[in-house]
């Protein structure tokens, strides 16, 4: 198999931390590489997770949120409609 070089510009700081975990793992920078590139067609997919948590479904405010539905419905609020600033 002909091996090709594949080329990829990275955080210098980045890549001392990459080097550095590849040596405390015992692989090369390159073999780590591979790893991630065979991963990725063995599964057709990135092998991890890639997103952006909606702040809004974050588990602080989802607790909040319960806390304070489960105040109302003990009549220990008072709910009101959503107050528009048009001002802004």
């Known amino acids: 198999m002909a091996l090709s070089t594949l080329t990829a510009r990275v955080d210098e700081e ?13 692989l ?3 073999a780590t590489i591979n790893l991630f590139v065979k991963a990725v067609i ?5 092998p991890f997770e ?10 602080s405010n989802q607790r909040h949120l319960t806390k304070s539905l489960q105040q109302l419905r003990d009549g220990k609020g008072t709910a009101h409609g959503l107050i528009e600033d048009y001002n802004e």
């Open 14 to 26: 980045d890549k001392a931390m990459f080097i550095s975990f590849c040596d405390s793992v015992g």
């Open 42 to 46: 063995r599964k057709h997919r990135i």
């Open 28 to 30: 090369t920078p390159s």
């Open 50 to 59: 890639i997103k952006i948590e909606d702040p809004f479904y974050n588990t």
